[in-house]
């Protein structure tokens, strides 16, 4: 097993570095969700799905350390202003690509994270429904809300540049 | 990838291909401190976790099943809905019925079937952003939830239906008697847990039913929804669920208490009215139901021989929009009043088709929701309601 785990470090430390960085401020505590996930994820191994699956396991881990740190962070004022309260990315510096960010921020926290997850971290909608601990018809109809709501919202905020907001 | 998805992607801040590999976590031969400290954790922890797991408990990692909600092990499937249940909204509140249609700037109309009635509805959340709001409505004995989100995105429901089924196979659209309705069957996650789920549009609110059951079942449940949206006696039922004047907290779980202790359960003291109609030397029963905090307590209190009664619900926000969506969704009931300088119900007598025959005035104050209700019309029982908002100062 030690092999297996060793092996799913290896090719997925980079994802999930990534995945963490996209959600914290500073990198030491993206480094610190990398080797809090990578740790509860040994000890969860057990249950691990298929190897496809993975990653976004691997992403649902995260996302509960994230919540804890961010729990932790409420406790404790000097991490407080190191961790934000909501996930949120850095700001691009183009305006058009800030744009996008803005309107993600009205959308809630929940819609939020499959966005991210679909559009950021790639994952199809079975690879979302484990990364939300949900059934793929779950996670296909909650991708499909959050992505009207973002349309919508990116309508709102740009109602004279004539951007194309399709299906 | 549909435009949004695009742009949204192409705002990714951090994109793997350009992380540093020096800077990467790993097993094998570190360059950095960052890698160092990073591998030397999760080695440590993982080394910490398997000796931990042997010494103390004999047992190795494949043992360790099972984990809890909250946890960063994550939730099981099963308790995917015990979570949907106990804290549905991330970034919402758990509110009154009454804050919730508030939330959505319309009635939280509740069903009525074999399997859920009103008064079986839990702890319900909400969240608002002004524009857009959200309710969920949980039925923790049920093991159903019911969520219902305000704006129906996506224009057409039948369009916009259509369109969900194309990207989930087994998914079909359905009739709730005329309104068109997208009935998912239960699938399974990847615990093999399953759920079903019916999603159909009203008061340009979409609204989904979903929980352990079937799709008929589900859908008995989606068509109270409706039957009950163009019903009257629903949104009173929502408001006063089966209240009677000797049960006025009908909910299988309220208990009499004495008026003091109906007070601290509600974190305010409970004003009585004092008119030449009633007063406190005319109570009878007093009765309270919550599960501890304030926020999560109503108390009511009993008239007998006035044939009053009246509900003091802790953790109230005072909304002028929830009442006004309350009138609004029906005029023949409802009525918008001015009491104390804020807006306030009346709710007209014999509105209710189901053997109701309360009128009633429902108002904010200090932090409670008071309901007066009686056999009388909006003459007699505002005095009541004015007469407790003179006592309290």
């Known amino acids: 097993m030690e092999e297996d785990f060793q092996r799913l470090f290896t090719a997925y430390n980079r994802h999930v570095l990534a995945y963490a960085l996209r959600r914290c401020n500073e990198r030491a505590d993206a480094e610190d969700v990398v080797a809090n996930t990578f740790t509860v994820a040994w000890r969860r191994f057990a249950d691990a799905p298929a190897d496809e699956l993975r990653l976004p396991w691997l992403y649902a881990i995260a996302a509960r350390v994230l919540a804890n740190q961010r729990r932790s962070a409420r406790r404790l004022l000097a991490l407080r202003l190191r961790l934000r309260e909501q996930p949120e990315a850095p700001q691009p510096e183009r305006g058009e690509l800030a744009e996008v960010l803005i309107a993600l921020r009205e959308l809630r926290p929940e819609e939020q994270e499959i966005l991210r997850l679909a559009a950021w971290e790639g994952l199809t909608n079975a690879e979302l429904a484990v990364a939300l601990d949900c059934s793929e018809n779950a996670a296909t109809i909650r991708l499909h809300r959050a992505r009207k709501r973002l349309a919508e919202q990116l309508v709102k905020e740009e109602p004279a540049t004539g951007h194309s907001v399709t299906e | ?393």
Do not use: C
């Open chain 2, 1 to 393: 990838m549909n435009d949004e998805l695009a742009r949204l992607a192409e705002a990714n801040p951090v994109r793997i291909e350009d992380l540093d590999d020096s800077a990467l976590p790993g097993f094998g031969p570190r360059s950095s401190p960052g890698r160092r400290l990073v591998t030397a954790v999760v080695l440590a922890s993982v080394v910490a976790a398997l000796l931990l797991g042997v010494v103390l408990f004999g047992i190795s990692p494949h043992s360790q099943r099972g984990s809890t909600i909250g946890t960063a092990d994550g939730p099981t499937g099963i308790q995917t809905m015990a979570q949907a249940i106990k804290a549905p909204i991330g970034g919402g509140k758990r509110v009154t019925l009454a804050n919730a249609a508030a939330a959505i700037d319309a009635p939280v109309v509740l069903p009525n079937t074999s399997l859920v009635r009103p008064a079986d509805a839990g702890p319900v959340w909400a969240w608002s952003n002004g524009a857009d709001g959200l309710v969920v409505v949980t039925y923790p004995g049920k093991v159903l939830v019911i969520r219902y989100q305000r704006p129906f995105v996506g224009g057409d429901p039948l369009s916009t239906f259509t369109s969900v089924s194309k990207e989930i196979p087994s998914s079909h659209l359905i009739r709730l008697g005329g309104v068109p309705a997208l009935a998912i069957p239960p699938n399974p996650d990847y615990h093999q847990i399953h759920f079903g789920r019916i999603l159909f549009e009203s008061n340009n609110l979409e609204i989904e039913v979903w929980g352990n059951y079937d799709e008929a079942t589900l859908q008995s449940v989606a068509q109270s929804i409706v039957d009950r949206s163009g019903d009257s006696s629903s949104v009173l039922d929502s408001a006063m669920p089966l209240a009677t004047v000797a049960r006025p907290l009908p909910q299988p779980t309220a208990k009499e208490v004495s008026l003091d202790d109906a007070s601290a359960a509600l974190g305010e003291a409970i004003v009585l009215p004092d008119t030449s109609f009633v007063g406190p030397s005319d109570l009878g029963s007093v009765w309270v139901d919550g599960t501890g905090t304030p926020a999560d307590t109503a108390a009511a209190v009993t008239f007998p021989s006035q044939g009053i009664f009246i509900v003091y619900r802790g953790g109230y926000t005072y909304s002028d929009s929830g009442y006004r969506a309350i009138a609004a969704q029906d005029l023949r009931s409802f009525q918008t009043i001015s009491l104390n300088g804020r807006t306030a119900l009346a709710v007209k007598q014999n509105s209710d088709q189901t053997g109701h025959n309360f009128g009633g005035v429902i108002f904010a104050l200090k932090g409670l929701e008071i309901r007066v209700f009686g056999h009388y019309g909006e003459a007699k029982l505002l005095p009541i309601a004015q007469s407790i908002i003179d006592r309290s100062r």
